[in-house]
């Protein structure tokens, strides 16, 4: 397939966190670059494959989006599966998604059977003045737990293409 020179690298990633953390948002943002002020729950396409180039190569990514099913904490195993990094993301705005990283991060090492690429992603950072929890305390967090950190805004775009390519090009070098 392709010019064979990288159309052999498709690397699945998912994206997991809390309800309404802007999960769906960030996946628009990057892969066409769209924001939606009032989206519903995810509908229609699980995943979507964006093409970037790391190392002069062309690499997929095939980027999972939960369908709403976080709600009720009900993401299954098919999800997971066959995962090689993720971003489990939460509102900056709202401190309990932030602690609920802890239950994502043990449900994705549950259902993972190899180490994956992961970051924490501290989204809506447009919204300083609501701000909950402290820039350090992710940092903190993310390096307790050997995460990669950053924290992004899919409606301004800050750190939404950096966030997608510093894990694909994590996981690019820990597989060649
Ligand atoms: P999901 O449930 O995690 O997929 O979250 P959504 O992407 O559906 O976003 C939930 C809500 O947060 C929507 O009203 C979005 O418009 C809003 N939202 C998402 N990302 C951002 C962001 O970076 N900044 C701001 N201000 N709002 C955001
Ligand atoms: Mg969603």
């Given at each position: 397939?392709?010019?064979?020179?990288?159309e052999?690298?498709?690397?699945?990633?998912?994206i997991i966190?809390?309800s309404?953390?802007?999960?769906?948002?960030?996946?628009a943002?990057?892969?066409?670059?769209?924001?939606?002020a009032?989206?519903?729950?995810?509908?229609?396409?699980?995943?979507q494959?964006?093409?970037?180039?790391?190392d002069?190569?062309?690499?997929?990514?095939?980027?999972?989006?939960?369908?709403?099913?976080?709600?009720?904490?009900?993401?299954?195993s098919a999800?997971?599966?066959g995962a090689?990094?993720?971003?489990?993301?939460?509102?900056i705005?709202?401190?309990l998604t932030?602690?609920?990283v802890?239950?994502?991060?043990?449900?994705?090492?549950m259902?993972?059977?190899?180490?994956?690429?992961?970051?924490l992603?501290?989204?809506k950072c447009?919204?300083?003045?609501?701000?909950?929890?402290?820039?350090?305390?992710?940092?903190?967090y993310?390096?307790?737990?050997?995460?990669m950190f950053?924290?992004?805004?899919?409606?301004d775009?800050?750190?939404?293409?950096?966030a997608?390519?510093?894990?694909?090009?994590e996981?690019?070098f820990?597989y060649?």
């Amino acid at each position: 397939m392709g010019d064979g020179r990288g159309e052999d690298y498709l690397f699945k990633v998912v994206i997991i966190g809390d309800s309404a953390v802007g999960k769906s948002n960030l996946l628009a943002r990057f892969a066409r670059n769209e924001f939606n002020a009032n989206s519903k729950a995810t509908i229609g396409v699980e995943f979507q494959t964006q093409s970037l180039k790391i190392d002069g190569r062309e690499v997929q990514a095939q980027l999972w989006d939960t369908a709403g099913q976080e709600r009720f904490r009900a993401v299954t195993s098919a999800y997971y599966r066959g995962a090689v990094g993720a971003l489990i993301v939460y509102d900056i705005t709202r401190k309990l998604t932030f602690e609920n990283v802890a239950r994502w991060l043990d449900e994705l090492r549950m259902h993972s059977e190899t180490i994956l690429v992961t970051m924490l992603v501290g989204n809506k950072c447009d919204l300083s003045d609501l701000r909950e929890v402290p820039t350090d305390e992710g940092k903190t967090y993310a390096e307790a737990e050997g995460l990669m950190f950053l924290e992004t805004s899919a409606l301004d775009t800050t750190n939404v293409n950096a966030a997608f390519h510093s894990v694909v090009k994590e996981i690019y070098f820990s597989y060649t």
